[in-house]
């Protein structure tokens, strides 16, 4: 039992090695040779031969459970979606309630289909997320695919546009034709890139035909497949896609609890590192995205394990880092927030940049403002 066990860790780190090497014909033989040493577990075998038989091999293109080909560019032969499959979400993402909630629905919806049928209803089968970037659109499409255990087929916007008049249709249609024949999760990123304002006159016709198209696209969509679209600036669509959608949610920017939270979930077991800076880096973080608040934690962490110094000393030499691409009104409320930190004038004029005077001038008047308030409640 301890030789099987032994075997079976040997593999697992095999396999590993292989994935992470990106070795695909080598990761398909010892997998094939796997399936043959592995008669003592029927079932192991005959999960990963079916594994085997249903990926596409390094030649042929992906195909569907229907034997369809994926889509690709005619001129460059690059396919026009990403594939992936299974969809793996390490944790749950942290929305507000708002969208946890209609994100909930539509994973219902979907377990429910003969009841709806019966009150002569369909599912929601498109959804338009909208909202600045880094907020947890795309993340939120992986988690629909994920929990309906569909592969997400993600539109691969520069393969699409294709600089050949009247071809950028012909890729789009042939997408959403290959969509409608897969079970599967139709993920449009950059929404706006091909569902502009048909009255923006420095667009070429064919883009406005081509909204046209989408439009006619989204009313027919079968009702046994999901459409998610995303866009950073809702403004710049076509006034008509808004009502094409059965659903439409806008992302807003994390609330500070969501991001105390995310900070925590980053530090993991460090966390308890941090000490008071936990709560500062939380105030420090405000209207920030979600990915802004993941990669100056990442940052903060690298700084301190390859200089092997604390968390804290961490944090501030980032910060110094983060802030000299800021503007100068930025760099001036942070250098305000940090002195109120307790951190030395000296140290915080070094960290921003910001002169001694400058940055007293800039205490002087939140003090005077903080003080008018306090009259101003008083007063009521």
């Known amino acids: 039992m301890?030789?099987?066990?032994?075997?079976?860790?040997?593999?697992?780190?095999?396999i590993a090695r292989l994935g992470l090497m990106g070795d695909r014909r080598n990761l398909e033989t010892y997998i094939r040779r796997i399936v043959?040493?592995?008669?003592?577990?029927?079932?192991?075998?005959?999960?990963?031969?079916?594994?085997?038989?249903?990926?596409?091999?390094?030649?042929?293109?992906?195909?569907n459970a229907g034997g369809g080909l994926v889509p690709v560019d005619r001129d460059s032969r690059l396919q026009l979606l990403r594939h992936e499959s299974p969809v793996i979400i390490d944790q749950p993402p942290l929305w507000p309630d708002k969208i946890?909630?209609?994100l909930e629905q539509v994973i219902a919806e979907r377990a429910h289909v003969a009841q709806l049928a019966k009150s002569d209803?369909?599912?929601?089968?498109?959804?338009?997320?909208?909202?600045?970037?880094?907020?947890?659109?795309?993340?939120?499409?992986?988690?629909?695919?994920?929990?309906?255990?569909?592969?997400?087929?993600?539109?691969?916007?520069a393969t699409v546009i294709s600089s050949f008049l009247g071809r950028t249709g012909a890729n789009l249609r042939h997408v959403l034709d290959y969509a409608k024949e897969v079970d599967s999760v139709l993920f449009l990123d950059e929404f706006d890139a091909i569902a502009k304002r048909r009255g923006d006159e420095t667009e070429l016709g064919e883009l406005k035909r081509l909204v046209t198209v989408l439009l006619q696209e989204i009313d027919l969509w079968p009702s046994d497949r999901l459409l998610v679209a995303a866009t950073n600036h809702g403004e710049l669509l076509d006034r008509a896609v808004w009502r094409r959608f059965d659903m439409v949610l806008e992302f807003p920017i994390?609330?500070?609890?969501?991001?105390?939270k995310l900070i925590d979930r980053c530090f993991g077991d460090d966390v308890c590192s941090l000490g008071p800076w936990r709560d500062r880096l939380v105030e420090l973080c405000e209207k920030q995205s979600f990915s802004d608040v993941e990669r100056l934690v990442r940052q903060i962490r690298r700084r301190a394990v390859v200089g092997s110094i604390p968390t804290e000393k961490a944090i501030l030499e980032t910060i110094s880092t983060v802030g000299d691409a800021l503007p100068r009104s930025q760099r001036k409320q942070l250098?305000?927030?940090?002195?109120?930190?307790?951190?030395?004038e000296r140290k915080v004029s070094e960290i921003t940049g910001i002169a001694r005077?400058?940055?007293?001038?800039?205490?002087?008047?939140?003090?005077?403002?903080d003080d008018s308030h306090q009259t101003d409640g008083s007063d009521e």
């Open 100 to 102: 946890n909630a209609a």
């Open 357 to 369: 005077d400058t940055f007293r001038k800039e205490l002087k008047k939140k003090s005077n403002k």
């Open 254 to 260: 994390p609330r500070l609890s969501d991001i105390k």
């Open 36 to 63: 043959r040493n592995s008669r003592s577990n029927p079932k192991l075998s005959d999960d990963l031969a079916t594994l085997l038989a249903s990926q596409p091999s390094d030649t042929a293109p992906l195909r």
């Open 121 to 157: 209803l369909k599912p929601t089968t498109t959804v338009l997320f909208t909202g600045p970037p880094g907020v947890g659109k795309t993340m939120s499409a992986r988690w629909l695919a994920s929990r309906l255990q569909k592969p997400l087929l993600t539109l691969d916007l």
């Open 2 to 14: 301890v030789d099987e066990k032994d075997r079976m860790a040997r593999d697992v780190v095999q």
């Open 335 to 344: 250098a305000v927030k940090l002195r109120s930190y307790g951190l030395t």
